[in-house]
């Protein structure tokens, strides 16, 4: 199964449509929006897929965003996400919430923890939980997204 992570839309349909546009052709099953998602025209742009979003430190109108998300019949998980997909336990979060973010972490719980908030595309291992940034698409020098194999666990990043 392939899961494609995003994160850090802030609102920027434009790039956004272009990371759908390579989610689509590479066949992603489901998608992870890792928060700041930024705008109530963001969720409906996912609705090809089982869509799964937390909210970041600058989603100001979660209210809204909320709505928006529902009304695009995907799920919004308010500021922490858990799912299990194809057998692996996997946590998301925006990680501004530096303690929080540090304790999904060490707690070992998990086959692998997303997250935003850095605008840095990363894949690391701390204590043996893999852990992913997909980047950002807005307010980042390279706009990228991520793709995980949740076969093989291995994350790729990629430039939309």
Request: proline fraction near 4%.
């Amino acid at each position: 199964m392939l899961l494609g992570v995003v994160s850090d839309t802030h609102g920027h349909s434009e790039n956004a449509l272009r990371a759908v546009r390579m989610l689509e052709s590479l066949a992603v099953e489901q998608v992870i929006h890792c928060g700041d998602i930024g705008s109530e025209a963001i969720p409906p742009l996912f609705a090809a897929w089982p869509t799964h979003f937390v909210f970041g430190n600058v989603d100001y109108n979660e209210v809204d965003l909320r709505a928006a998300v529902r009304r695009a019949k995907l799920k919004c998980h308010d500021r922490f996400g858990e799912l299990e997909l194809a057998g692996r336990k996997i946590a998301f979060l925006h990680s501004d919430d530096e303690s929080r973010f540090r304790g999904t972490i060490q707690s070992g719980s998990y086959d692998l923890v997303c997250y935003g908030h850095t605008h840095v595309a990363k894949a690391e291992r701390i204590n043996n939980t893999p852990v992913l940034n997909p980047g950002a698409l807005y307010r980042a020098r390279r706009h990228t997204i991520a793709i995980v194999d949740l076969a093989t666990m291995e994350p790729t990043h990629v430039e939309v």
